[in-house]
């Protein structure tokens, strides 16, 4: 069928062009984007122009601004220049269906399914779905195109005069209801999803236009910001698109199957359609044409009718028959064209939102969607066409992959089938839970039963020892004891499951020839949980023993043994750091393996070598010991780090160092490791371990040494080991060792990391990432919470995150033993509890006897109980058809934390405060607990004070979480990296190039809706930001941010930082109050994942202020600087260095007023908190000198122009005065800042901080610690682009380096000349440090503090470094300074 393959991606000429370019992008399937949409994908100097072709308006806002700037971005024309230089396209002309012609831009190398999905993407051409394509080539030969043919293969189009015609094809059942889909799919906007950036650019525009006069920018609390988070839930969620009606209906027709003798005239379906104009009429759909049949009533009359209508195409015969329709579907095509292309691509994996519409919108009928819902059910193809998985995913593993080409053919490939992969089994996963589809072993206990349905094998993830917990409580056994190893047997039932999935993702990643995994999904549902798994062939049929060729199926007892199947596996062991090592089996023969014992080889009946069961791929965690954590294995991310620090460390022994420097010298190679896990964009798991192998490639000094660091994956383990006891003993004690390096090195470093604030976790999603990219299990979590007691914003966010996973585990127990119509009572009474409500559902005995595993967990933490019916047997599926009441009417708040209490303390060894219910954030736990289970509330405004905060109407829907292992792109991955090392060096062309060629790759592999898509645009337009390119760069952050919502949530840390990199971006070009609109959808977003108190807040608070300074709003500037530095002393401490930020900006801002003796306060605050973290050699220490010496010196001068009797410039200091006067407040901060903090408690911080790390290059926070290498590349992007000759401002103004003093004298003092000497030589350094610390704010938006002074240059490094880069004050500061 046509267009469901879609590979490529159109890039048009304009609104009124008939000109598509095919570019090396491509869309996910059934991505359709409009040929007249501009995408900005290729390489080029489009990237940098600040005009885009139709785009979105939140484009187009810029254009004035940019029209202003001389956009210096020539420097990066020779690096596009180069990607481009690649990729040459050739125009085809095209004759469609209609009669009508376009022209593509072809590649030879396109396949022909690229080319279908341009044409599907044209407006043009969008409604043809059934067609031959036929070329005529310049000899005047004719080809017919195959689509699974290259271009290349058929005809030369290099040499020009080609054409292609559509030629309409034969309909048939599946195509002619695929045809008809399509057409639905077009007539709904539903598909298009706007940013809400681009509806504020709209607004900005609208009002710009109608605007006489200059409007006045609001202040930031008019825009909804941060006073009441539940009030603004209701903003989160953007307005839906208004639908553009074009007809009233298209359903199949009740005339429906054609009758034989029809069917043998060609009929293949009946339509009803009813128009806008209320006429009726009943469609044919034929071989050859769709055509008005003269049917009336309940007859059919097959015969055409009068006047005869026929048309190849649906949407053609209803514009023939309907002029509302004609008029509707160019609205339609218009509206989707005029939005940004991204806008118009559909995400394959979309993630669950939290909130819903409130009020909730109507339910109107619609008979299309009802059709799908039975057609399409469960994740089945149309007309019950099952797709052979296994087949496809291994037959797409075996595509060559020797060139660049063929590598992104073959990862496009495996990328689509998982996808689609992980969606059937997503809805297959529902049918399971939901009970429509039948277990293949229906007389085995529900809680075993497994299922298969399209070609795909569930079953539920419980443990084989579950079965046996009835007999502790027959046998007399303690109630709560029973409780407690019940509980542990689940919980290594979701260990086990999360374990095989990483497992199966890190074989898949080793890429071994002849090794192959089968493709896997988690889905959590309703409180089950089911695992997904395609089916090896021949596995359920004939017998099984035969096909076992390597490892156990009896825990050992028996070990099989393959000689070929073992080469492959030791060959996938050199890349897990898994050593081959021999075991013993249960009849003390031994084996010789390179896996856990407990794995299995098997071979298929298509002769391919399977490798299952991979829960311990990495050694098990000798800190944790004991039955109840067998499944407590090290994360790979850690084991690829301490095999490089053993690496370091032999290879400074080979050398003869010393054992310091050995230990120093492992810690920092270490380090880099773990840094370059972390700096990689996260994959769709959150998990970061995609880039062990390049942090060995690019961090590890002796790969040969690496490469011999093996742990042994069956030590520490019930399995008995084969050898010698010296070589068992080394084993065992490498593994202990391993663990001992997460205690005493990995947790101190992310610790000292969270202070450094090089980390900065924001909600429990970002805080696991972190600390998975750190190699730490989130079982540590209560280790965490304990060491960062000193960082109360941290230590809360550990306290929260425990609360809700172990409140998750609770909730779905009380999910699965509910009864279907009480689920929305089950939640809601439940959040109820959760906030400390207890609400009476019913009558005392209204649980009556039904006895679960929930309320056995709930009493047997209170009170022994007595014994339950021995007929009671868990329930995992299905029984909750035969209860009679449901169990969650039995819990109280009382008795829900004293179980969430005793699970943390199970589960995490950390025991919760007693104020924790008083801590919690409880907009933010609910969102997390909601994001975890599933749970999609109402986004209204919440009491969560009153007696009942939620309601059954509140819960809107339950939805499936799913964990998967969809691949990723290592090519484009290495490009980014290499892109960062480029930037790091200063090297903007060749930066720029790398980040565009990773960008080009990911759009054929993924398309753009992806997470490592964004990625490349926020680098990007980090490099744009450099070159002086603003308009581009706010055109890279928008696509970053419409990609984040789409793919990582509205709400999700990345997307805040998107609004507020945008915000900045605005800002430098004048545009302040569509800036400040995106602070406060900034602030909103950050108060939800992190409530009030966290650092990026504060350093917002900063941003904005910045931006009122220099709007001269003076008095809202000075508030949100006192309310940043409350947050940073209260947060990180007295002497930190965000809080030295504060002080400087609260210094610039005092300078600006005139009041010279507050800004000598407070920047000698700022000085004494330096030279405590830095020293006084510091460069950034000095500089805060000199901004002392200038405070002093206009001080003087001031004074000796009073004593000369001149007139003396008082009114802004008069100014100041009169907002100290108005908010008393202020100044009681001013005279704390003023006094010299020799009371501070929070020497613990600064003791752990490494002061390498603090300022310049590490300065500013950042977000979840993925952005550090980069950040510290931005941090000396200036100071090497000013030696290659690319010094350039922001607005890519050429400057010369002028002394930061100088300027601020010249500009500041209004043509005064102070007789004070200029700073040192250090100064061209300073100005070039200073911007590149600018490029954390452009990297992250708030990730850093900045604070913006009132002159060109001159602030010290790492302190002046916010909106001070952007320039956004050079028109007023230079006509000033010319008066």
């Keep these: 069928m046509a267009g469901k393959s879609g590979r490529g991606k159109n890039k048009g000429k304009g609104p009124n062009s008939t000109q598509i370019n095919s570019t090396r992008d491509a869309n996910a399937t059934d991505s359709h984007v409009n040929s007249n949409e501009a995408s900005d994908v290729k390489a080029g100097n489009e990237e940098s122009c600040p005009v885009v072709e139709n785009a979105s308006s939140a484009d187009e806002a810029v254009d004035s601004k940019a029209q202003e700037t001389n956009v210096n971005a020539a420097a990066l024309s020779n690096g596009p220049k180069q990607a481009d230089s690649d990729i040459h396209l050739y125009p085809v002309s095209v004759k469609t269906q209609s009669g009508e012609k376009l022209e593509l831009q072809l590649n030879p190398g396109d396949s022909v399914m690229d080319l279908r999905q341009f044409l599907l993407d044209a407006p043009e051409t969008c409604f043809f779905t059934c067609y031959d394509l036929i070329m005529h080539a310049k000899d005047g030969s004719i080809h017919h195109l195959e689509d699974y043919n290259e271009i290349s293969e058929v005809v030369d189009i290099t040499t020009g005069g080609c054409s292609l015609e559509m030629v309409a094809a034969l309909y048939d059942d599946r195509s002619i209801r695929s045809h008809v889909r399509r057409a639905r799919e077009l007539l709904c906007l539903s598909s298009l999803h706007s940013s809400l950036s681009t509806a504020l650019a709209l607004q900005h525009e609208a009002k710009q236009q109608t605007a006489s006069e200059k409007v006045e920018v609001p202040e930031l609390e008019g825009l909804g910001f941060m006073e009441d988070i539940t009030g603004s839930l209701g903003n989160l969620i953007p307005a839906s698109s208004q639908e553009i009606e074009c007809v009233e209906s298209i359903v199949f027709s009740s005339f429906n199957p054609a009758p034989g003798h029809r069917r043998l005239a060609g009929d293949l379906i009946y339509l009803d359609v009813v128009t806008l104009e209320e006429h009726q009429y009943c469609i044919t759909g034929s071989t050859k044409v769709f055509y008005v049949n003269s049917s009336i009533g309940n007859m059919l009359d097959p015969t055409p009718g009068k006047p005869a209508y026929e048309a190849t195409t649906v949407i053609g015969l209803l514009q023939k028959i309907s002029s509302k329709f004609k008029k509707g579907f160019r609205e339609i095509l218009n509206r989707k064209a005029s939005a940004h292309p991204f806008e118009n691509v559909q995400s394959l994996l979309p993630p669950n939102p939290w909130l819903g519409v409130y009020p909730i919108p109507e339910h109107k009928r619609d008979a299309a969607r009802a059709e799908d819902a039975l057609v399409l059910s469960y994740g089945s193809e149309l007309i019950g066409m099952q797709r052979d998985w296994n087949e496809e995913l291994q037959s797409c593993r075996e595509f060559p992959h020797n060139t660049q080409q063929e590598r992104i053919l073959r990862d496009r490939a495996l990328y689509k089938v998982t996808c689609d992969f992980v969606d059937a089994a997503t809805n297959g996963a529902v049918g399971v839970i939901n009970r429509c589809i039948p277990p293949i072993n229906p007389t085995d206990p529900e809680r075993f039963h497994m299922y298969v349905h399209n070609n795909i094998f569930f079953s539920f993830a419980v443990d084989s020892d579950v079965g046996q917990m009835e007999k502790y409580y027959i046998s007399g056994v303690s109630p709560g004891r029973a409780m407690e190893q019940m509980i542990d047997s689940e919980q290594a039932t979701y260990a086990s499951a999360n374990n095989d999935l990483k497992g199966t993702k890190a074989y898949q990643e080793a890429d071994v020839r002849g090794l192959h995994n089968l493709a896997m999904a988690i889905i959590d549902y309703r409180g089950h949980r089911v695992v997904a798994q395609s089916i090896i062939p021949g596995i359920l049929q004939g017998d099984k023993s035969d096909s076992l060729l390597y490892g156990s199926v009896d825990n050992g007892r028996k070990i099989c043994w393959d000689e070929a199947f073992h080469a492959k596996v030791v060959e996938a062991a050199k890349h897990l750091h898994l050593k081959e090592h021999t075991v013993l089996d249960g009849s003390g023969n031994a084996v010789k393996l390179a896996a856990p014992v407990e794995c299995k080889g098997i071979i298929g009946s298509d002769d391919r070598h399977y490798l299952l069961d991979l829960m311990r791929v990495t050694p098990r965690d000798a800190n944790y010991s004991g039955p109840g954590f067998r499944f407590c294995v090290l994360r790979p991310e850690l084991v690829v780090a301490f095999c490089q620090a053993e690496a370091a460390e032999k290879l400074k022994s080979a050398n003869g160092k010393d054992g310091k420097d050995t230990v120093e010298s492992g810690l920092v190679d270490v380090n880099g490791a773990v840094k370059g896990a972390e700096v990689a964009p996260l994959n769709s798991e959150g998990m970061a371990g995609d880039d062990k192998s390049e942090a060995i490639e690019s961090h590890d000094p002796a790969p040969f040494l690496t490469e011999e660091i093996y742990l042994n994956p069956n030590v520490l383990t019930e399995f008995k080991l084969a050898g010698n006891e010296d070589e068992i003993a080394e084993d065992e004690a490498i593994v202990r060792k391993a663990a001992l390096y997460l205690i005493e090195t990995v947790l101190p470093k992310f610790i000292q990391d969270l202070c450094s604030l090089e980390v900065s976790p924001m909600d429990g999603q970002t805080l696991t990432e972190a600390l998975h990219a750190h190699g730490i299990n989130v079982r540590y979590i209560g280790k965490v919470a304990e060491m960062t007691k000193h960082l109360p914003h941290i230590s809360d966010l550990c306290i929260a ?579």
């Design 801 to 1379: 995150e425990i609360v809700v996973r172990s409140a998750k585990h609770i909730l779905e127990d009380v999910l699965r033993d509910t009864i279907d119509h009480d689920l929305g009572s089950a939640v809601a009474h439940f959040f109820n509890c959760f906030l400390r409500h207890d609400v009476p559902v019913g009558s005392k005995n209204s649980a009556g006897n039904v006895r679960s595993k929930t309320q056995k967990k709930d009493q047997g933490f209170q009170q022994p109980v007595g014994t339950p019916s021995k007929g009671h047997k868990k329930s995992n599926h299905g029984a909750s058809s035969r209860k009679t009441q449901s169990v969650y009417m039995s819990i109280t708040s009382e008795l829900l934390w004293s179980n969430i209490q005793e699970f943390a303390k199970m589960k995490y060894q950390f025991s919760l405060p007693e104020d924790t219910k008083l801590r919690i954030k409880k907009v933010s736990v609910i969102r997390n607990l909601c994001q975890k289970v599933g749970v999609a509330i109402a986004a209204r405004k919440y009491d969560l004070d009153a007696a009942v905060p939620f309601h059954n109407s509140d819960i809107l829907n339950l939805q499936p979480v799913v964990k998967h292992s969809v691949p990723v792109c290592s090519e484009a991955r290495d490009l980014v990296e290499t892109g960062k090392v480029r930037l790091a060096e200063g090297m903007l062309n060749e930066a720029y190039s790398s980040f565009t060629e990773a960008f080009s790759i990911l759009q054929q592999v993924t398309g753009p809706m992806h997470r490592e898509v964004a990625n490349c645009c926020r680098y990007l337009a980090m490099v744009l930001y450099h070159a002086g390119d603003m308009a581009g760069a706010i055109m890279q952050q928008h696509k970053e941010l419409i990609i984040n919502e789409r793919c990582l949530g509205l709400d999700h840390p990345d997307t805040a930082h998107s609004y507020g990199n945008m915000a900045l971006f605005y800002h430098g070009l004048n545009q302040t109050e569509l800036a400040l609109r995106h602070m406060a959808r900034t602030l909103l977003l950050l108060s939800l994942s992190s409530g009030p108190d966290h650092p990026d807040v504060a350093a917002t608070f900063i941003n904005v202020a910045m931006m009122y300074q220099d709007m001269g709003k003076m008095n809202i500037a000075l508030r949100y600087l006192q309310e940043a530095l409350k947050k940073n002393e209260r947060l990180l401490g007295q002497d930190h260095i965000q809080t030295a930020v504060c002080y400087h900006a609260l210094a610039i801002a005092f300078n600006c007023m005139g009041a010279y003796k507050l800004s000598l306060q407070h920047e000698r605050k700022t000085y004494d908190i330096l030279v405590k973290q830095l020293g006084e050699e510091d460069s950034r220490t000095r500089d805060s000198e000199n901004w002392i010496k200038t405070f002093k010196m206009r001080d003087l001068q001031v004074n000796a122009q009073k004593q000369k009797g001149r007139a003396v410039n008082a009114a802004s200091a008069q100014k100041a005065f009169d907002i100290l006067k108005a908010h008393p407040d202020l100044i009681q901060a001013f005279q704390a800042a003023a006094s010299v903090g020799s009371n501070n408690t929070r020497d613990g911080i600064n003791k752990s901080i490494n002061a390498t790390a603090l300022m310049g290059e590490t300065t500013l926070p950042r977000g979840r610690g993925i952005d550090e290498r980069a950040a510290r590349a931005a941090a000396e992007v200036r100071k090497k682009a000013a030696a290659r000759g690319l010094l350039v401002r922001p607005h890519g103004v050429p400057v010369q380096a002028t002394p930061p003093l100088t300027q601020f004298l010249n500009i500041i003092n209004l043509g005064a000349n102070p007789e004070a000497s200029s700073p040192n030589d250090e100064s061209d350094e300073t100005q070039v440090d200073k911007n590149g610390q600018a490029s954390n704010v452009g990297e992250k938006d708030n990730s850093g503090s900045s604070s913006s002074v009132c002159e060109d240059g001159g602030a010290p490094v790492g302190l002046g470094a916010g909106l001070s880069s952007l320039d956004s004050k050079k028109a007023k500061v230079k006509s000033k300074s010319t008066a």
